[in-house]
C-alpha cells in the first residue's frame, strides 16, 4: 500500500476585521458571531511566518502521535488535533492512527496567529495524505475546528470568512490575490513570550463584556464596509477601519470576566509610533490580535519608514511582512 504521508506549508494570518466571541451553541465548532476579514502574511526576512506540518497514517502506528517546534505533544494537543484529522480519516476511511510534526519558523502562541497557520497546513496535509481532493474553501472549514482563524489561513492575500451558522457554512474565501492589493505590514513583536491566557479561553468569556453585542454589530458593518475598500483599493479606510476594530475589540478584552489585559507597555508605545507617524503624513495603522505585538499596516512605499520609526521606537524585534501565497503542499517531509 502507498505510503499515507503527507506536508503542507500554510501562512500565519491578521485579522483587520476580528473574529471574538463563538456562537454560544455552535462553540464546540468554533462559529463566530460575525464575518470577519484578514491578510495572509508571509514575512519579507528570514521569519516567513510560516508552518511546516507532516502528518502519516499508517499501520506501524499503534497510536496517533506529535509534535511541535521538536516537543512531543501531549493528550491534550493531540485532542485538538484530533478535531481536525478525525473527520478526515472517517472521510477517507483509513482507521491508521498518524504521527504528525509541526514546525513554526515563529513564535508560538504570542498573538502572531500560530496555530492559525498550523491548523491550515495540518487540514492540507492530512487531506492529501488520505488522497482527498478537497477545495480550500472546504479544507478552511475542516481547519476551523482546530482554530477559528485557521479559516482564513487556507488561502492567500485578503481573505473573508463567512460566519455561516454551520459547519458546512461556515468557511472562508478569497477577496483577492497577495499581488492585487499594495497592502504591507511590519510586525512590531514586544514580547515572544507564549501569552498566559489563549485565544480560546478568551472567546468563552468575551459574553461577559457589556460591550460585546455592540462590537459584533459594529464588525458586521466593518467587514462590509472592509470589502468594499478591499475591491476599490483604498488603503486609508482600510487601515482606519482595521485599527477601530482592533480597539473594539480590546475593549470587550478589557471589560469581560475575567478580564484581559494583553496590551503591554511597548503595545502602547507602538501604537504612539504609529499615530505619530501618521501626523507626520506616513499613512500607517495599527492592529493588535490576541497578545501584545501590533501589526502595523501601511503602503509599500512607507515600509521601510515604519520600520526605521519602530526601530527608533526602541522595538528591537520587528517583522516586515507581505501578503502570503495559498497554503500549498510541501515536498519536503519533516520526518
Ligand atoms: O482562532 P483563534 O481562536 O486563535 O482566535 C483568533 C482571535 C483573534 O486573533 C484575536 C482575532 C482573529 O480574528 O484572528
Redesign the pocket.
Known sequence: MNSLKSSAIAYSNI?LV???GRHPRLAHLNIPLND?V?MTKEGMGKIKLQSHTTIEFSSRYKSDSGSLNGKKMGEKELARMRLVVDPLREAAGVPDAFRLASQNDFPTAAGL?S??AGFAALARAAADALQLDYSLGLLSSMARLG????ARSLHGGLVWWHAGHSHESSYAEQLCGPNDFPLRAVVAVVNPDAKKVS??DG?SAAASSPFQKMQVKESLRHAKRMRVAIAEKDFPAVGQLAEQNALN?HAVMMTANPSLLYWEPGTLKVMHAVRSLREKGAETYFTI??GPNVHCLCRPRDQLKLDRALQVAGIRFRIPVRPAKDSYIARTHLF
Open positions: 485579522a476580528k473574529y471574538w470577519s484578514s496567529a496555530s492559525a482554530s477559528g482563524s485557521a485565544s480560546l472567546h475589540m490580535d490576541a
